[in-house]
């Protein structure tokens, strides 16, 4: 939460958040799924905008839930790089405003942000507005990137498995280049699943970020901070 504050968006948080219920609807409890979604629905209240990092809940509320309620759900859901993106767009965020990042990063598109969402540019779009930073493309990327691992219930039920796929994305389908400092991407599983194929050393040596991660790493600090 360090990012929105220091670009002055005004937002609030749940108090205690609970899951969007994905998980449930893979795993075919769509009755649970549908309770979950109502409790959701009825805690957030009324708003206009729902921003969400997570591009399961991004999902879940878009494609989902209007299906298992039978109802548009009453306030817009957006991913956070829309939102980031938007923030260009208004000029609330500038490439002026950050500070030189002299790495080289690889995005990996998440599969639910991605194949599921459509979601491609406005990530990238974020990365290329950042001084410095050299994006490296790998040779599956997009509609084509292979998946993280880490979807699909697959790192509930098989963890080792799920890392193993992580360490082969990287090492037989991306074939990160040596000089390459991090991956980038916009999914907290990814993350999660990326990190501990790292951590098991099945995977290359690279830092595993978050696009707010890095955003916030190039935001200037304003004077008299």
């Known amino acids: 939460m360090a ?31 549908s309770e979950q979604a ?11 905008q ?8 991004y999902r879940a509320f878009n494609h989902f839930y209007p299906s298992l309620l039978h109802l548009d759900i ?6 956070l790089t829309q939102f980031l993106s938007s923030l260009l767009d208004k000029g609330v965020l500038r490439s002026s405003g950050l500070k030189p990042l ?10 639910e ?27 599956f990327t997009r ?37 390459l400092e991090a991956v980038v991407t916009a999914c907290p599983q990814c993350i999660i699943n990326l990190r501990q194929a790292w951590f098991e050393g099945e995977a290359p040596s690279v830092k595993i970020w978050d696009i707010a991660q890095v955003l916030n790493m190039a935001l200037r600090e304003e004077k008299g901070q």
């Not at 109502?38 to 206009?48: A, C, P, Q, S």
């Not at 002299?102 to 599969?111: E, I, L, Q, S």
């Not at 993280?148 to 991306?174: I, M, N, Q």
């Open 102 to 111: 002299k790495v080289k990063v690889m995005y990996h598109d998440p599969c």
């Open 143 to 179: 509609e084509r990137a292979a998946c993280c691992g880490g979807g699909g219930l697959l790192y509930a039920y098989f963890p080792t498995l799920s890392s193993l796929v992580a360490a082969r994305k990287l090492l037989d389908e991306d074939r990160v280049p040596r000089d």
């Open 50 to 57: 729902v921003v969400t990092p997570c591009p399961a809940c």
């Open 38 to 48: 109502r409790k959701n629905l009825d805690k957030i209240g009324e708003v206009e």
């Open 113 to 139: 942000l991605g194949r599921h969402s459509k979601i491609y540019e406005e990530p990238r779009r974020i990365l290329k507005a950042i001084p410095g930073l050299n994006l490296y493309e790998p040779r």
């Open 3 to 33: 990012l929105l504050p220091r670009l002055r968006v005004n937002f609030r948080l749940l108090e205690k958040e609970d899951c969007c219920g994905l998980p449930l609807i893979f795993a075919g409890y769509l009755d649970e799924a």
């Open 74 to 79: 009453p306030f817009r859901v957006v991913h």
